[in-house]
C-alpha cells in the first residue's frame, strides 16, 4: 500500500526503491499543480539516490509563475550518455465532482491507475525509474542522466531550458534524449515523435473612437477595423505542408469588445489569435507578417505576440532507429514517426542532442478520471529498458 511517507522520502542513497506500479501512485499522490512541488521531485530524488545516482536540486524564479523546483540526476561518467527527460507537473483536475475518484488519491482497480497525472506524465516517469533500476543492475558503462521539470504544463520559463543551461555550464551535455509524454495513440509504442511544430500567441488590440450608433460620423468603430484584420491573416494559406510536418494552421482563439450598450459604438476592440507552424516558417518572420497587417488596417493598434516554441525536426535516423527497434523487440509492432500534437520541452532539449519522444496512451490525458493500465506501465518499462540495453551496446 502506498502510505504518505513514500511520497516524503528521504533522500538516502542505498534505501529500497519503490516498485514500478508503487512508484507511480506515489507519484500521481503528489498535488504538483504548476507550479507547486508537491512531494514529487522530492520522491524521484529518493528513488534515483537509492540507485546509486548523483542529484541536483535546481530551484529557478519567483511568483507568480514561480519558483520551480527541477531535478537533474545523473549515474556514470563516461559516454554515451543517455538522458531521460519529463516533468512532474500537472493541470489542475478542474471539478472534482466530476471525478470518480479523488484525483490525486492513486487508486488502483481493475488493473487501473486513475488519477491527475497518470497518463501525463508521472506514469511514464515510474517507468524511466523502473527502466534505470534494470540498467544499474546491469552495471552498463556510460552515463544515465534524468532531466525532470515541475514547469511543463505553464509557462515553462524557469523549467527545462534553465535547467539546460545549467547542464551546460557544468559539462552534462547528453548524447541523445528521450522524453516521455503520452505519445502513444491506440497501444504503447504505436507512435514516436520526431518533432514538434511551433506555437506563436498574438494578442491584438484595436483602439478606436466611442460614439453614438446613430452618428457614426463622429465615431470610429475599432470592430470594423480588428475584423478586416483578422480577416486578412485569416485567408493566407500559410503553406501546404511538407513531408514530416501537417499545414501550418491560424486559429482566432478570443474576440472581445465587453460592450454592454447596443446603441454604443465602442472605445476599443481585442482579439487573441495563435498559429501552429511547422519548418517552413520561424516564429519572429509570422511575428512581423501580423505586425504588418495591423497597420495597415489600424496604425495605433497594439500588438503583442509571444512565440512559445520553434517547430524542430530529429531527422529520421540511428536515434530513431534505435528507438523504433526497441519498441519492435518488445511489442512485435514498429512505431508510426510523427511531429503532431502540441508542444512539448523536447522544443528546448534539441539544442543539445537529439531527442525523441514515446509515452504512454495519451487518450485521457488533463481529462476528468486520467488513468494509465498497469498492464501498460510494464510494457512501457520494457520498452525503455530495451532502449536502454540498445543505447548502451557494446556493438554501438
Not at 514529487?40 to 539516490?49: C, F, N, Y
Not at 519567483?62 to 543517455?82: I, K, Q, S, T
Request: glycine content about 10%; charged content about 25%.
Amino acid at each position: 500500500m502506498v502510505t504518505a511517507d513514500s511520497r516524503t522520502r528521504t533522500a538516502v542513497a542505498g534505501a529500497e526503491p519503490l516498485p514500478l506500479v508503487e512508484l507511480a501512485r506515489a507519484l500521481v499522490r503528489c498535488p504538483s499543480v504548476t507550479p507547486a512541488e508537491g512531494g514529487a521531485i522530492g520522491l524521484l530524488e529518493a528513488e534515483l539516490k537509492a540507485l546509486g545516482f548523483r542529484t541536483w536540486r535546481l530551484s529557478f524564479g519567483a511568483p507568480p509563475d514561480g519558483p520551480v523546483e527541477n531535478l537533474f540526476a545523473r549515474v556514470g561518467d563516461g559516454r554515451p550518455h543517455f538522458a531521460f527527460a519529463g516533468h512532474t507537473d500537472v493541470v489542475p483536475p478542474g471539478d472534482r465532482e466530476r471525478w470518480s475518484v479523488d484525483p490525486f488519491e492513486g487508486r488502483v482497480a481493475h488493473g487501473v491507475l486513475v488519477g491527475r497525472g497518470a497518463a501525463d506524465m508521472k506514469g511514464a516517469l515510474a517507468a524511466m525509474v523502473e527502466a534505470a533500476r534494470r540498467h544499474v543492475a546491469r552495471g552498463a558503462p556510460g552515463s544515465l542522466s534524468f532531466i525532470l521539470t515541475g514547469d511543463e504544463e505553464g509557462p515553462a520559463t524557469f523549467g527545462t531550458d534553465r535547467v539546460l543551461g545549467w547542464m551546460e555550464a557544468h559539462g552534462h551535455v547528453p548524447d541523445f534524449c528521450l522524453v516521455g509524454e503520452p505519445t502513444s495513440v491506440r497501444r504503447v509504442g504505436d507512435c514516436l515523435k520526431i518533432g514538434r511544430r511551433g506555437s506563436l500567441n498574438a494578442w491584438i488590440r484595436v483602439q478606436g473612437t466611442q460614439g453614438h450608433v446613430a452618428y457614426p460620423d463622429r465615431a470610429d468603430n475599432p470592430v470594423r477595423r480588428l475584423v478586416r484584420i483578422l480577416h486578412e491573416l485569416q485567408s493566407r494559406v500559410l503553406d501546404e505542408g511538407t513531408p514530416w510536418f501537417a499545414p501550418s494552421n491560424l486559429e482566432v482563439t478570443d474576440l472581445e469588445v465587453g460592450n454592454p450598450t447596443p446603441n454604443l459604438i465602442p472605445a476599443e476592440a481585442s482579439a487573441r489569435l495563435n498559429i501552429r507552424f511547422n519548418d517552413r516558417h520561424r516564429g519572429a518572420e509570422l511575428a512581423g507578417w501580423i505586425e504588418q497587417v495591423v497597420a495597415t488596417h489600424a496604425p495605433v493598434a497594439d500588438v503583442r505576440v509571444r512565440i512559445s516554441g520553434e517547430p524542430f525536426l530529429t531527422e529520421p535516423g540511428p536515434f530513431s532507429d534505435l528507438v523504433a527497434d526497441a519498441v519492435a523487440a518488445v511489442t512485435g509492432e514498429r512505431p508510426t514517426l510523427s511531429t503532431s500534437g502540441g508542444t512539448s520541452d523536447a522544443r528546448f532539449i534539441r539544442r543539445l542532442c537529439p531527442v525523441v519522444e514515446l509515452g504512454l496512451p495519451g487518450a485521457t490525458m488533463h481529462q476528468v478520471d486520467e488513468q494509465v493500465a498497469l498492464a501498460d506501465l510494464e510494457v512501457l518499462a520494457r520498452i525503455y529498458d530495451e532502449v536502454l540495453k540498445r543505447a548502451f551496446s557494446p556493438a554501438r
